[in-house]
């Protein structure tokens, strides 16, 4: 059955044709994003939802998601997105983070200069036949320091542009390295710095616990008196309050604001103000940076619909379109190897240790582990996936250690995976042969030789003469078939184990008398 994507925000039709082009149905629905119960009602019938900013993912949206499996959004914040909720859900979460860079810098210059000349109350004057020539005393931007807050794909693209204008750039961001300053001609300063000498304020982070309020009434008392600020990032970065008592008081000359705490804004605190002017939330909206968003949107939600390629996630690495073909296999490898640890585990599980050896060292290990950590848990929560794994691991206070290193032993590749409880340590090894098929290669340290089949009996009894031939005829008699049969053994009357596989599922009564035969010291049935 094709994909089914559901778009409920108003992207460009491009998107719709993509989806089409790739064999992935498509509904359109791009008013559907402000009407939160309709959008809750019909979740459940989608495997991917495309969006923008208006549509907000909330933890009771994604209660209904039941078939979702992927949120992409065609722009770059993701702050309307409920992230770790999604992820808990096992819904990957994309972005298209370059798509809309260019334009929406483009829009942070623009509303500088529309400060600095007050352009949109001119242009109401003139058009009012008003001919105000004395009234719109603008400044000059040459020379003047612009203070980036948020150096990153737009705030350098604004750093760029403020270069190109001779201002003067400087900029706060944490995480700015002193090269990528000297590269773009901006002075890394710290926030108070910034703020005391910054003539133009523009900013450009996300919306984050971290950056919210990040010019607070404190903050804004320490910019330079006369300070223009931009804010085409996000609302909630700015105390809109405290600015409009700094615009009322003249600390503040100007504010060019493009989003805000509350969206739609029917009213807000700087609306009125004659020294504001605002946009409703079109940093993005060019018909290119559409175009892209929503190009490159459709192609990451179809790659991943169909073929497993991740890319711009931002709750899951990134597989690319290449890589997702030779991961597919090792994930089939570690999920069964993990659900064959998570089958036999009864006590707490303390920590999983997970080795790969060999070519899969080269692979995105990091899928293979949530993978592997998706099949233990499994047999505990049946919902869990990749995506969702690794957070259900930390809430349940399970260490997860991953290791790489080279081939030591017989297999090109080796994926050794060991589950720790308060009581005992247990090691399960398996690779993928040329055939593609996962097989389990070793447990507890003792070579066995097994494919992984739908139902299956693992055995550990005593290397005496005898069990083979007393348990086969035993599931003989009870009329169940043994489709193959893998031995292992530590030493010679050592330790044994058998892996069976079975036709149809083991019935009780049988499973009983077999953990009654003699030395036999374990019989377990398992599934995958
Ligand atoms: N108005 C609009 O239509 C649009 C708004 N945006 C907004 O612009 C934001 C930035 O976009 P990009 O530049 O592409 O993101 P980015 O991730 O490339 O850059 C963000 C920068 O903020 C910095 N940062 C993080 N925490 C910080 C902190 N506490 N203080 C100072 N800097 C901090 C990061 O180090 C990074 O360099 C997006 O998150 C989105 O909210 C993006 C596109 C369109
Ligand atoms: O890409 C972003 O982060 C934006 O804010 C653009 O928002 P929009 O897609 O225009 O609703």
Redesign the pocket.
Known sequence: MAPRVLISDKLSAAAVQIFKDRGVEVDFQPDLGKDKEKLAEIIGNYDGLAIRSATKVTPKILEKATRLKVIGRA???V?NVDIPAATAKGVIVMNT?FG??IT?AE?AIAMMFALARQIPQADASTQAGKWEKNRFMGVELTAKTLGI???????SIVAERGVGLKMKVIA?????SAERALDLGVEKVELDDLLARADVITL?????E??KN?LSAENIAKAKKGVRIIN???GGLVDEVALRAALDSGHVAGAAF??FSEEPAEANPLFGHPNVVCTP????ATSEAQENVALQVAEQMSDYLLSGAISNAVNFPSITAEEAPKLKPFVELAEKLGSFAGQLTETDIKTVRITYEGAVADLKVKALTSAAVAGLLRPALADINVVSAPSVAKERGIVVEETTRAATGDFDSLITLTVVTDTYERSVSGTVFADGHPRIVSIKGIKVDAEFAPSMLYVTNEDKPGFIGRFASLLGDAGINIATFALGRDRQGGDAIALIEVDGAMPAEVLTEVQSLPHVKQARPLRF
């Open positions: 722009g770059i914040g702050d983070p809309n860079s929406t829009h807050i948020g150096c990153g794909n737009i705030g706060y961001d944490p995480f700015l450009h982070t996300p919306l984050t971290k950056t990040v085409c990032a996000r493009d989003v939330h079109l940093g993005a």
